[in-house]
Structures are given as C-alpha cells and as structure tokens.
C-alpha cells in the first residue's frame, strides 16, 4: 500500500512526464485542491482549461466541467480521473426535452447554466455560469429567456432582469436541501457572521442571507470582508476559505451540505488517472461546434459577481 506522500510524488512526476494541468473546483476533496495548479469555480476553470499549454488536462470535478473544457480546447487531452462524477441536476434536462420545450416558446433566448451536458449547451444560444448569470441574461436581446436546468438560479435571476424568465424543473440536490432552519439556527449559533449564499439555493434562503456569490465569488468577498461567515454552499469551498484566511472563522451552514459526485476523486484515482491517462473525454465534433458556439457568446461577456 503507498502512502500518501508516496502517492504525491508520483503525481507530480507524472504530471510533468505527461507534460499535464491539474484543474480542480472549490469543491474538490481538499487533498485534490492542495495539489492541483488551479483551483477556482466553473468559469474560472473553463477559462485557464483555454488558457494552458499544457497537453493534457486533468479536470478534477464532475463530468460537465472536462466536457467544457474539451469543448473550448478539442486539440488537448482531458481527463476526469472518476468516469462517474456526474452532476445530477446536469442529469434532469436532455436535449430532446429542451428541444420540445423550445418550440413552446419561439420568441425566447435559451440560457443554459454550464451545469448541463454538451448535448444540451448545443442546443442552446448562450451558456452562464453562477458568476455571470445575471450579466448573460441581460446582454440578451430576446424578453422572454427559457432558463435550464436550474430553477433556483433561473429564479434568482429573475429578481435583476425585466425579462420573463421561464425556469426548468431542476435543482441542485445539494444546495436545495439547505433550508431556512439550517440558516436561522446558524445565525443564532454565530449572531456576529456574515451569511454567504450561493444562487443555486431555494429563494428563502437566499432572502436570509447577507450576499450571494459563485465559489470564486466568495473566495474573493472574505479577503476583505468581516472576520466570521457562514456558508450556505457545497462544504469543500470551507477548505479553500480556511486556508486562505486563517485568522478568520467559516461555519457550514449545515451538516448536509455535501455533493458526493464532487467528492468522488481522491488521490488514488487522481494517481491512476494520470498513469493509465483515464478517462478521456471527448464531444462528438458536431455537438462541440454548436455547444462552443454558446460557450464562446458566455466567454465574451465580462465577469462582474
Ligand atoms: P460555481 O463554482 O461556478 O459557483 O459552481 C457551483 C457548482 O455547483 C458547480 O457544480
Ligand atoms: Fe451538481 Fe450541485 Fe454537485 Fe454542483 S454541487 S455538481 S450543481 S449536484
């Protein structure tokens, strides 16, 4: 059995033999950001997987993240060390679904949230992620937008755009099972902390909290923020906050709040992914073109959250 440190080398020296990028989100187990070369949230991430030169990408997150990423760079390899880290609201809206719908509503704009398969960012005319949201519908010129698959941050978004916003039935299991109990009895546990909600929780939640933000969104905010947050969010991000600020406090808002799919990479098939270069992901070209297409218009816009 290797340990751990053993485990470490070896990645290491793999990464350059295979001259590779370790991506990871905030949401990572906290071994895999300790040892990626870029940690960061969904646009971040797809923007530095454009941005490297390295050859092969090791995407540590769920499958609609490698799949963004062998999107926007088809020359590169990329890799998602575990086949089966799905995201499961990316799961409740397909293609065909999304096609019928459309011709429900002729006249609308379909934004689709990077959390959706390539399939289904083909058919639709712009991506945005949860720092941009607002931004991406806004910039539109269509007044009615069909928003998939989230319907909190379809929501959410709804709240800052005159637009009609025409939701789709899906949610983040993890995000939507925080509930206003889970924030009330925090904020009676640390009455001094500034509560930080991400735009895929339900809209009770998000009235309770003090500021909403995407991961990075938040990294950033506590850098100059108070001293004590609590975080209504996937729990993975409390590591990157704590090591980032370790004079300050962060609190789970509670003790749900974990997305298993983004912790299902360890160092061990991190390890294997590089050595057997497992697991390839790939987009049939004309699926990539037509997703690339939606990508690309999101990319354009600049990030403000
Ligand atoms: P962000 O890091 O873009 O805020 O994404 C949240 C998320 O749920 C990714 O799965
Ligand atoms: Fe999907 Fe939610 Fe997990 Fe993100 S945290 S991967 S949105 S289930």
């Not at 070369?37 to 769920?62: H, N, P, R």
């Not at 909190?152 to 983040?172: F, H, M, Q």
Request: a negative charge; glycine letters at 2%; charged letters at 30%.
């Amino acid at each position: 059995m290797q340990n751990i440190q053993n485990i470490i080398e070896r990645i290491q020296e793999l990464k350059i033999e295979r001259n590779a990028v370790i991506l990871a989100h905030n949401y990572e187990r906290g071994e895999i950001q300790d040892i990626a070369d870029f940690t960061g949230d969904s646009l971040g991430l797809s923007k530095q997987a454009m941005e490297q030169e390295a050859e092969v990408i090791v995407f540590c997150g769920v499958n609609f993240m490698a799949e963004s990423a062998a999107i926007l760079s088809p020359e590169k390899t990329v890799l998602l060390p575990e086949r089966y880290a799905c995201c499961p609201m990316a799961s409740m809206v397909t293609a065909d679904a999304l096609r019928e719908e459309k011709m429900k509503y002729p006249d609308a704009a379909v934004v689709c949230y990077v959390n959706s398969t390539a399939d289904v960012k083909a058919e639709s005319d712009i991506c945005c992620t949860s720092a941009n949201a607002v931004e991406v519908v806004n910039s539109l010129e269509e007044n009615e937008i069909l928003f998939v698959p989230d319907k909190n941050l379809a929501d959410y978004v709804s709240r800052y755009t005159t637009k009609k916003i025409i939701p789709w039935e899906g949610y983040c299991p993890t995000h939507n099972q925080i509930l206003t109990t889970d924030v009330l009895r925090a904020k009676k546990d640390h009455p001094d902390a500034e509560v930080l909600a991400h735009p895929e929780c339900r809209r009770d939640v998000i009235d309770l909290a003090d500021r909403v933000f995407s991961t990075t969104g938040m990294v950033e905010h506590v850098k100059t923020a108070g001293n004590e947050f609590i975080i209504a969010t996937e729990r993975g991000i409390l590591h990157k906050l704590r090591k980032d600020n370790p004079e300050k406090r962060f609190y789970d808002v509670s003790e749900y709040t974990v997305c298993p799919e983004m912790k299902a990479i360890n160092l061990k098939s991190l390890l294997l992914s590089l050595e057997n270069m497992q697991y390839v992901i790939t987009v049939p070209e004309e699926v990539r073109v037509k997703a690339r297409v939606a990508l690309d218009r999101m990319l354009d816009i600049k990030r403000s959250r």
